[in-house]
Every structure is written in structure tokens, then in C-alpha cells.
């Protein structure tokens, strides 16, 4: 019975230790900034921000403007790339073809590309009048269905 008290103890004391919940002045953990800085070592860090329950980090990387989102435990939740409306050569030109030919009287707002551990896309937010959408695409340009 000392031995389970003593376990379970050191385990209670380890979770504290390991979960770095973020601190009332809103710092970032350090597990998050060292995170950042694996995943990003090129990258030129703007600022942090609080999103939720998530810790973002804007920067600029090869010319675009970023934004990765990392939980308090300092794990790579997804990142966003903002692509210039200007750039639009920069998404693969069938999605291109889709959205001309399919929403012709639509406007880009917004173009970018998420990277997550779960599957990445581009996406152009698009309008018309109220009529706002979200198109999605995968690395070749296929239509991704919301």
C-alpha cells in the first residue's frame, strides 16, 4: 500500500511538472517556445498571441506571413500560410480552374494553406454579395467537399 501511495504520488508530481499549464500573466511556456523554435529554426517570430486555449505564434517565413497554433503543452497543433490575393500562382492552378469556372462572379477575400498533423489544403475564402464561402483544395488542386 506505501509503494502504490509513493507511485502515485511521484506520478501526481510528474503531471505537474509535464503539463506546464500557461501562467495568469499569459506567458508562453517554455515547451512552446522551444517547440517553435525546433519547428521553425529559419522563421522570423513577430509576436505571440492567446487564441483559446492555445498560445499562436505570428513570424514571417520565405517571404509569407505565418501562424502557428501550439496547445499549452507545447504540441504543433496546424499552421496557417497566408498567400497574397496578388499571389494567387502560388495555389495550384486546377484550383484555380475550379473556382473561375464554378464561382465566376465570386471574390477571393482570402487565400492560404493550412499544414496540420491531420491532413493539409489550400483555401480560398470567397464572396459574392453575403454569399460567403470556404473552398478547399489538396496539394494537387482537388476539390476538397466541406
Known amino acids: ?5 509513493l507511485v502515485l504520488a ?9 503539463s506546464q499549464p500557461p501562467s495568469r500573466d499569459g506567458a508562453v511556456p517554455e515547451m512552446v517556445l522551444q517547440n517553435f523554435q525546433k519547428e521553425f529554426p529559419q ?16 513570424f514571417t517565413l520565405n517571404g509569407f506571413n505565418e501562424r502557428a497554433y501550439f496547445s499549452t503543452a507545447g ?20 484550383a ?6 464554378n464561382f465566376p462572379s465570386h471574390r477571393i477575400l482570402n487565400a492560404g494553406y ?6 493539409s489544403y489550400y483555401y480560398l475564402e470567397i464572396n459574392r454579395g453575403g454569399d460567403r ?3 478547399r483544395y489538396d496539394d494537387y488542386g482537388n476539390y476538397l467537399p466541406n
Do not use: Q
Open 114 to 119: 493550412r499544414d496540420a498533423p491531420s491532413g
Open 75 to 94: 504540441i504543433w497543433l496546424y499552421t496557417d500560410i497566408d498567400i497574397p490575393t496578388a499571389k494567387t500562382d502560388k495555389i495550384p492552378e486546377k
Open 43 to 58: 522563421a522570423r517570430l513577430l509576436n505571440w498571441e492567446r487564441s483559446g486555449n492555445s498560445f499562436v505564434a505570428r
Open 10 to 18: 511521484f506520478c501526481s508530481m510528474c503531471l505537474g511538472v509535464f
Open 96 to 101: 484555380m480552374g475550379h473556382f473561375t469556372s
Open 133 to 135: 464561402r470556404t473552398l
Open 1 to 5: 500500500m506505501k509503494t502504490f501511495i
